[in-house]
């Protein structure tokens, strides 16, 4: 584990005028603009067909989204990420298994939002026993 002591990202100054300071080695262009945004949603219980809504209130795209289920269930859940009602194109969503199970979800087309737009996360209830999900998006904002 030594090895990952130096895994970070940090600016030099709070000013913002310095250079970011990475795996420590100063750098003063490539990543100059780290602007990964992660959004975390909470949906009570994934094995009713429902959705939830989450309101960004900036501009931006959807990179990518990690679901984690919160408890032990039954059957599988399905999951559809959209922008307000149009699907986020990408790999298949589901759940099912033991508490902490993950999927991991890849926007492919269809993943760009505005500011006044939404972000929604809807299940199919497919799975059969009460069960909590966290979705974690990760967002850039333009």
């Known amino acids: 584990m030594a090895n990952n002591v130096l895994n970070r990202f940090e600016r030099a100054d709070a000013s913002g005028d310095n250079a970011l300071i990475c795996d420590g080695t100063i750098s003063g262009s490539v990543l100059e603009n780290l602007e990964t945004v ?3 949603v909470y949906m009570p219980d994934m094995s009713t067909a429902d959705f939830v809504y989450v309101f960004p209130r900036f501009p931006g795209t959807v990179i990518g989204a990690t679901l ?7 059957g599988t859940a399905i999951f ?6 149009t699907t986020i194109a990408g790999n298949s969503l ?3 298994g033991n508490a902490g199970a993950t999927d991991i979800f890849v926007a492919t087309a269809d993943n760009t939002f505005t500011n006044s737009e939404v972000l929604r996360v809807e299940t199919d209830g497919g799975s059969t026993n009460v069960c909590p ?10």
Request: charged share 15%; hydrophobic share 50%.
């Open 80 to 85: 559809t990420l959209a922008v307000t009602t």
């Open 94 to 96: 589901a759940l099912t």
């Open 133 to 142: 999900a966290y979705i974690i998006f990760e967002l850039e904002p333009t």
């Open 68 to 74: 984690v289920s919160g408890e032990d269930v039954t």
């Open 38 to 40: 992660y959004l975390f």
